[in-house]
């Protein structure tokens, strides 16, 4: 049985709830970013030795399991951030959207680099 996917408001409310009744409390701010760099370095790391040039040491996590667990790390503490700094993240990625569409129409098919 498949899950219906969470919207980003319903993302937003299930780490929030998660937060008040596991957690205790959400990190302060600066905290969270330190964090949130942390959990990027992991994923930074995991992406070089499979997709890049670097290799595994023995015993590390590996395999699309192991992307995917990066990346919701990522995503946790982002979601924490933007929870405790009032941040709408679907306003958020609409208005961001709507600036790249804007701003990028033509130029990203207009790059001979990318053709």
């Not at 942390?38 to 670097?54: F, I, P, S």
């Amino acid at each position: 049985m498949t899950e219906r996917p969470l919207s980003i408001p319903e993302l937003q409310q299930q780490v929030d709830e998660w937060i008040r009744t596991v957690g205790v409390r959400y990190f302060n701010e600066l905290t969270n970013t330190a964090v949130l760099m942390e959990e990027v370095g992991e994923l930074a790391r995991l992406m070089a030795r499979t997709y890049g040039e670097q290799s595994f040491k023995q015993g590390e996590k590996q395999g699309p399991e192991a992307l995917a667990d990066e990346m919701a790390d990522v995503l946790w503490v982002l979601v924490c951030l933007a929870n405790q700094t009032g941040v709408d993240l679907n306003a958020a990625i609409q208005r961001n959207i709507d600036k790249k569409t804007k701003r990028d129409l033509h130029r990203h098919q207009n790059n001979e680099k990318l053709k």
